[in-house]
């Protein structure tokens, strides 16, 4: 069973030719491994078809600078080749395994303050007997238990904008989020990738008379392990879904996600911007239904609480994956993002936005940063988004009003104008006669290629068969317009440059 899926590399539109994976459901663990648990197989498409041979590559790391794994699909490896492999994996591992930091860690917190020291060369907290491995290194000295409580702020961010892009909420966002969750009535939050969420919730439980939630954090930067216990913390590659300590991290898992002590889950993820949304997709479809096995019988009907954080022009693409699913108008911002700051005039305002199964009219939006209850569309919007009579809806997508066109028969971006040469409302100095229409790999005209059902295989699998379905749902309630602010094209023209140099050095 085959689930085609198109790269990001395509975001910009152009007609240039896509690197897309290929999930075979069930079959990630028979990839061969790279340091950072299976590969994912990739193909080179061009027009809709296979163009070449397909090959293997690292599922998390979009720069070959950080994980270098290449096999071809069909290629024969020698035994020797295939211990030699293992053995780099091995190497690859973190320096200690988790059950040693966390004996380190106990070690730690024993130690007299003068001797609490953090080495920021090799972010890590140092027992008295490895200070003579890092004389010559940074270190900060007197590391107090507040500075151990937020290890957000004391690891330096990730900032391989290729594959970490570790940026970090806001307090705002944070707390937003977090009161958001105890309103709801939630218990435990499984946090994928949002290291500083799992830190603010253990705060919170800390300060006397709140209700205790739990947290689980899953991300693939191991520096957490060393504050956190394997209850707490569990090294996982969010693309492949792997957990890197193998099956006693995903018993923890699996304890977390049963509510069998009736403390309701939500699990909330903020990946890599630059991730492919479909083995994102496909990875929290895998932890949805893991979660209902673990329910009784009549709840397995119910789905998964899941927030999804990503920015807002990957709607269609995330629901395609998942069409229960809907963007609230929350702008999420980060402490360590240039761009991306909340209330900032025009483009500055953040473009990253929360995506829920959970009915948006139960998320209240704060109403002191101008957010509203918009009654006709039973959801929280944000202050300048109107609520549009001929489309029926509150129709803005980046906190702009946006403005309707009867020739387009939709609302379009307020910089944009209606021309007639190329049909359609576009920015004023587009390059005319050139936008693409419809759909590049079949030419339909009703869909853009990420929604061509020629681009999912006959036997699709769940995920596939879903995305079909809210295809025409998607044409018809929620036309996205796919075109993008200068800065996001900006965004995109860089990340498809460095992904053409990449495809260069691939092929
Ligand atoms: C955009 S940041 C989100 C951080 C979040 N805003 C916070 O403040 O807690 C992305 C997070 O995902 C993690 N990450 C990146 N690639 C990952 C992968 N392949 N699997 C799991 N986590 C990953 C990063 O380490 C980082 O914590
Ligand atoms: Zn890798
Ligand atoms: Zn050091
Ligand atoms: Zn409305
Ligand atoms: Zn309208
Ligand atoms: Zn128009
Ligand atoms: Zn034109």
């Not at 004389?135 to 238990?145: E, M």
């Not at 919170?204 to 956190?228: E, H, T, V």
């Not at 909340?342 to 936005?353: A, D, F, L, Y």
């Not at 800065?487 to 498809?496: C, M, Q, W």
Request: with cysteine.
């Amino acid at each position: 069973m085959c689930w085609m899926i198109m790269d990001t590399a395509d975001m910009s539109g152009s007609e240039s030719t896509g690197i897309e994976v290929i999930l075979k459901e069930g079959e990630f663990g028979n990839n061969p491994f790279c340091p950072h648990g299976p590969t994912m197989l990739f193909v080179k498409m061009s027009k809709g078809e296979q163009q070449g041979r397909a090959f293997y590559a690292c599922s998390a790391c979009r720069d070959r600078k950080d994980c270098n794994f290449f096999q071809w699909e069909d290629e024969k490896i020698s035994k020797d080749r295939l211990l030699a492999r293992e053995e780099e994996n091995k190497a690859k591992q973190p320096p200690f395994t988790h059950s040693d930091y966390c004996s380190r860690y106990l070690q730690f917190i024993s130690l007299p303050l003068e001797q609490k020291r953090f080495c920021q060369d090799c972010q890590l907290l140092l027992l008295p007997e490895d200070w003579a491995k890092h004389t010559t290194h940074n270190i900060l000295p007197d590391i107090t238990t507040s500075q151990l409580r937020r290890p957000s702020q004391l690891l330096c961010p990730l900032e391989n904008k290729k594959t970490n892009a570790q940026y970090l909420f806001a307090d705002r966002s944070c707390h937003f989020l977090l009161n958001l969750f105890a309103a709801l009535g939630f218990r435990k939050v499984l946090c994928v990738g949002t290291p500083r969420l799992h830190e603010l919730i253990k705060i919170r439980n800390m300060c006397g008379d709140n209700q205790i939630i739990k947290s689980l954090l899953l991300d693939i930067d191991f520096r957490y392990s060393q504050f956190y216990t394997e209850d707490e913390f569990c090294h996982y590659n969010m693309f492949n879904h792997h957990f890197f300590n193998g099956k006693a991290a995903e018993d923890v898992f699996n304890s977390f996600l049963s509510e069998g002590d009736g403390a309701k889950v939500v699990m909330v993820a903020d990946p890599p911007f630059g991730g492919l949304v479909k083995p994102l997709a496909y990875s929290f479809a895998l932890i949805s239904s893991k979660w209902k096995t673990l329910q009784p019988p009549d709840k397995r009907s119910q789905e998964m609480p899941m927030f999804w954080i990503f920015p807002y022009f990957f709607e269609s693409r995330i629901l395609e994956c998942f069409p229960t699913f809907s963007m609230l108008d929350y702008q999420v911002d980060y402490d360590n993002h240039p761009l991306y700051k909340h209330g900032k005039t025009g483009r500055r305002q953040s473009p990253v936005r929360m995506f829920t199964n959970l009915c948006p009219k139960l998320m209240a939006l704060p109403a002191e940063e101008g957010y509203r209850f918009c009654s006709l569309c039973q959801r929280y919007v944000s202050s300048e988004n109107k609520h549009c009579l001929t489309c029926n809806a509150c129709t803005s997508k980046d906190g702009r009003s946006w403005k309707h066109c009867s020739l387009c028969n939709k609302c379009v971006k307020p910089s944009w104008v209606h021309c007639t040469i190329c049909n359609q409302c576009a920015l004023k100095d587009h390059p005319c006669g050139k936008l693409t229409v419809g759909c590049f790999i079949c030419k339909g005209a009703d869909h853009k290629r990420r929604a061509c059902p020629k681009a999912f295989s006959s036997k699709d699998t769940r995920l596939g068969k879903q995305a079909a379905g809210k295809k025409a749902k998607v044409g018809a309630e929620k036309d996205v317009p796919c075109k993008q602010t200068a800065g996001e094209k900006r965004a995109a023209g860089i990340r498809l440059k460095k992904r053409r140099k990449k495809k260069r050095k691939i092929a």
